[in-house]
């Protein structure tokens, strides 16, 4: 597990980016090789707020990507459960997800994976905890009878079986959440901490969301920010593309 601390939201967010990047460049993607980028799920797509627009909007559009290799839950199916099933199945013919990027709450929920979700869970419709719903209102023009109180979410289960996952932790209102991912145990009322057990977890944060950890902890993490720092270096992952 690493922990990447860097000193506010931009530069936690650009270092994000830039790893990114460089794992896709030293994939190598092709027609018959796919890069699988998963993401967190949300709201019907015809949705102003929902999860499809939004990242159409500030993703999808600027990038050069066949629309037919965007794959986002559909939360207007006619059979719920059966879109989920269609998900995983679609994740498993695409021979998994390389790199899972996703948030998490000030409750330390993963996805929709609220407190008490099960650890080894699948894509699967979830009732949305009442902070949860507090914390989308602002999308919602502060009506909490607009915002949604079920959604459609990838499981837990299913982010622990992408090959890497990198989570982003930014603020002072998730520095508990933060401290319960890293030095407490697993438990599945904080979902975020299952990915201690992961092969390959990235935690990027911002100094704000440290608030909480020991001293100790954050001086260690932050002793190995010049070999962190060589994963966003452009040259490495040049470098990696020639060989």
């Known amino acids: 597990m690493r922990l990447v601390i860097l000193d506010n939201y931009d530069l936690a967010s650009e270092w994000a980016a830039k790893y990114i990047r460089n794992r896709i460049v030293q994939f190598k993607p092709s027609a018959d090789r ?5 993401l967190p799920t949300g709201l019907p797509r015809d949705h102003p707020e929902s999860y499809h627009s939004y ?29 989920c099933e269609l998900f995983e199945q679609k994740i498993a013919d695409a021979r998994g997800i390389e790199l899972f990027v996703g948030g998490i709450g000030p409750d330390g929920h ?27 209102a602002r999308f919602f023009g502060n009506d909490l009878s607009k915002v949604p109180t079920m959604t459609l979410t990838v499981g837990v ?31 599945h009322m904080w979902t975020v901490s299952a990915f201690q057990q992961h092969p390959r977890t990235i935690f990027v944060c911002d100094e704000d969301a440290t608030l909480e950890l020991r001293v ?28």
Do not use: C
């Open 55 to 83: 990242m159409w909007n500030n993703f999808f559009k600027y990038i050069d990507i066949d629309p037919a290799n965007a794959h986002i839950l559909d939360g207007n199916a006619a059979d719920l459960q059966k879109e």
């Open 216 to 243: 100790k902890t954050v001086k260690y993490f932050q002793g190995l920010m010049h070999v962190h720092n060589k994963l966003v270096d452009p040259l490495h992952s040049i470098r990696a593309y020639k060989d």
């Open 157 to 187: 289960g299913t982010v622990m079986d992408a090959r890497e996952v990198l989570i982003l932790i930014t603020g002072a209102h998730k520095a508990f959440a933060l401290y319960k991912a890293i030095e407490e145990g697993v438990n």
């Open 34 to 38: 796919y890069f699988t980028l998963g």
């Open 110 to 136: 993963i996805a929709f994976n609220e407190p008490g979700s099960s650890l080894v869970s699948r894509t699967r419709v979830k009732t949305l905890a009442q902070d949860t719903i507090l914390a989308n």
